[in-house]
């Protein structure tokens, strides 16, 4: 595996060596001990989480302010543009957000930190999205913020105005919204 920097230190880019002929590939898309020696990350993933979602959905921007989540994400097919935006008050990069393309195609996975508020886009017809979690989730604890937010400014692959679920239309702003110290 192969562990690149997003443009939030704590934000992580993971690409499996994919092993292929032309029978198919192999890859191992987890693996505890070469997670924690790449990344001196030690997680315990509780929740495995999958969702299947139209062109254009947006999901996000969640995040649970009791019971964080850290989130290992990744497509199975099609393609979306996944957003990561650190929401711990303390940290320097609060408020800023990063983006990457997940595909069935390129296989990469992202880690997401607890403190981070999660969110996608789907970029092809329709996109299957698989997730681990580190904490289970918790309805009463979650938050949304509001994918537009012009204070955060995420630049989303878009055309038209994304489907939104009623839930994710009540996002709020970063300067309304409950953050972590």
């Excluded at 997003?6 to 993971?14: N, Q, R």
């Excluded at 999901?59 to 393609?79: A, D, F, T």
């Amino acid at each position: 595996m192969n562990v690149i920097p997003s443009s939030l230190p704590e934000v992580l880019i993971l690409e499996p060596k994919v092993f292929g002929d032309e029978r198919g590939f192999f890859f191992e898309s987890f693996n505890a001990n070469t997670f924690a020696t790449l990344t001196g990350l030690q997680v315990n993933f509780v929740q495995d989480n999958h969702s299947l979602s139209a062109q254009n959905v947006l999901r996000g921007l969640h995040y649970q302010i009791r019971q964080p989540q850290g989130k290992l994400v990744r497509v199975i097919s099609g393609e979306v543009f996944d957003v990561a935006v650190d929401l711990r008050r303390s940290s320097p990069h609060f408020g800023q957000w990063t983006g990457v393309v997940l595909s069935a195609e390129n296989k990469r996975q992202l880690w997401i930190p607890p403190g981070f508020a999660h969110g996608f886009v789907v970029t092809s017809d329709k996109a299957e999205f698989l997730y681990k979690t580190t904490d289970y989730w918790a309805p009463e604890h979650e938050r949304c913020l509001q994918w537009n937010d012009p204070a955060i400014g995420i630049e989303w692959p878009l055309t038209t105005t994304p489907a939104l679920s009623a839930k994710d239309q009540l996002g709020k702003l970063l300067a309304d919204a409950e953050v972590f110290a």
